[in-house]
């Protein structure tokens, strides 16, 4: 892949996203990571470091107000603001590929549209299906008009879907819901989510909220066969497990080292960044 300029967007301006960005950046290309200043949720490491990238810049947009996260007429106005802030920043930046992630749909027309403006593949990096959650939850809020609504959000939603270039699914589940409506398989990849590994706090294993929180059944256990899973309350499958383990130091050390390698690969940003610059390639 030669050397290209990249606008990547994040809306919501999660960890690993801006890590994918330096790490596209370390490999030669101009990198503008763009994300939504005003959009409330936890954010990652986006301010410059010392030893970022030559090429690597972070730009945040604004809405002009406080975002109205609760009120749906509201927010869709101030969602294809932002829109239009992506927008401006295509048009400034000029990119050869455009990646998209955590847009809403409102942000997302805008936004695909300006990279077809100015020559720019498109890349959908697809967390949710937006429309099946409006689907479920705007015909409750508008009982009137919310069905209607809700059938626009899935026009909209997979006709974006379509007309991208290239479509990173970050799990096989979609590929399925996906061709159904009409994307071409070969136009998917499915790239599973990860963690910045280096930024990861570290704390003690054995802990008050681990005890209480952590979820059993995890299929990623299941499909690395890192260990053993059941559902709450299954006490007779945890005691069994258990046993088992103990009784088996062999398969102890076979399962963990599967679990640490499962972690090693799939956070490795080097190959994440491989994959990445193929879906680039291939846009």
């Given at each position: 892949?030669?050397l290209v300029k990249?606008l990547?967007?994040?809306?919501?301006?999660?960890?690993f996203?801006v890590?994918?960005?330096?790490e596209?950046?370390?490999?030669g290309?101009?990198?503008?990571?763009?994300?939504?200043?005003s959009f409330?949720?936890?954010k990652?490491n986006?301010?410059?470091?010392p030893?970022?990238?030559?090429?690597?810049?972070?730009?945040?947009?604004?809405n002009?107000?406080?975002?109205?996260?609760?009120?749906f007429?509201?927010?869709?106005r101030?969602e294809?603001?932002?829109g239009?802030?992506?927008?401006?920043?295509?048009?400034?930046f000029r990119?050869?590929?455009?990646?998209?992630?955590?847009a809403p749909?409102?942000t997302q027309?805008?936004f695909?549209?300006?990279a077809?403006?100015?020559?720019?593949?498109?890349?959908?990096?697809?967390?949710d299906?937006?429309?099946?959650?409006?689907?479920?939850v705007?015909?409750?809020?508008l009982?009137?008009?919310?069905?209607?609504?809700?059938?626009?959000?899935?026009?909209?939603?997979?006709?974006?879907l379509?007309?991208?270039?290239?479509?990173?699914?970050?799990?096989?589940?979609f590929?399925?819901?996906?061709?159904?409506?009409?994307v071409?398989?070969?136009?998917?990849a499915?790239?599973?989510?990860w963690?910045p590994?280096?930024?990861?706090?570290?704390?003690?294993?054995?802990n008050?909220w681990?005890?209480?929180?952590?979820?059993e059944?995890?299929?990623?256990?299941?499909?690395?066969?890192?260990g053993?899973?059941?559902?709450?309350?299954?006490d007779?499958?945890?005691?069994g497990a258990?046993?088992?383990?103990?009784?088996e130091?062999?398969?102890?050390?076979?399962?963990?080292?599967?679990?640490?390698?499962?972690?090693?690969?799939?956070?490795d940003?080097?190959?994440?960044?491989?994959?990445?610059?193929?879906?680039?390639?291939?846009?």
């Amino acid at each position: 892949m030669g050397l290209v300029k990249i606008l990547l967007a994040d809306y919501s301006g999660h960890p690993f996203q801006v890590q994918l960005a330096r790490e596209l950046a370390r490999r030669g290309h101009t990198v503008r990571h763009v994300y939504s200043a005003s959009f409330q949720t936890p954010k990652g490491n986006l301010t410059h470091q010392p030893g970022d990238p030559e090429g690597f810049e972070i730009v945040p947009v604004r809405n002009v107000a406080v975002f109205a996260k609760g009120t749906f007429y509201a927010r869709r106005r101030q969602e294809i603001e932002i829109g239009h802030a992506f927008a401006r920043q295509v048009a400034d930046f000029r990119p050869d590929a455009v990646v998209s992630n955590n847009a809403p749909l409102d942000t997302q027309r805008v936004f695909q549209k300006a990279a077809s403006r100015y020559g720019a593949k498109f890349v959908f990096w697809l967390q949710d299906i937006y429309s099946e959650a409006i689907s479920r939850v705007i015909p409750r809020k508008l009982p009137v008009a919310g069905h209607a609504i809700a059938a626009w959000y899935r026009h909209l939603e997979f006709s974006m879907l379509k007309s991208s270039d290239r479509i990173v699914a970050i799990t096989q589940d979609f590929v399925p819901i996906l061709t159904a409506k009409g994307v071409a398989s070969d136009r998917i990849a499915v790239i599973e989510n990860w963690a910045p590994a280096d930024e990861l706090p570290h704390y003690p294993r054995d802990n008050d909220w681990a005890a209480s929180n952590m979820p059993e059944g995890l299929r990623i256990i299941e499909r690395n066969e890192a260990g053993f899973t059941g559902a709450p309350g299954e006490d007779a499958v945890l005691l069994g497990a258990l046993a088992c383990l103990a009784a088996e130091p062999d398969l102890r050390k076979r399962l963990g080292d599967n679990g640490r390698a499962y972690a090693h690969k799939t956070f490795d940003i080097g190959e994440i960044g491989d994959r990445f610059c193929a879906v680039l390639q291939d846009a």
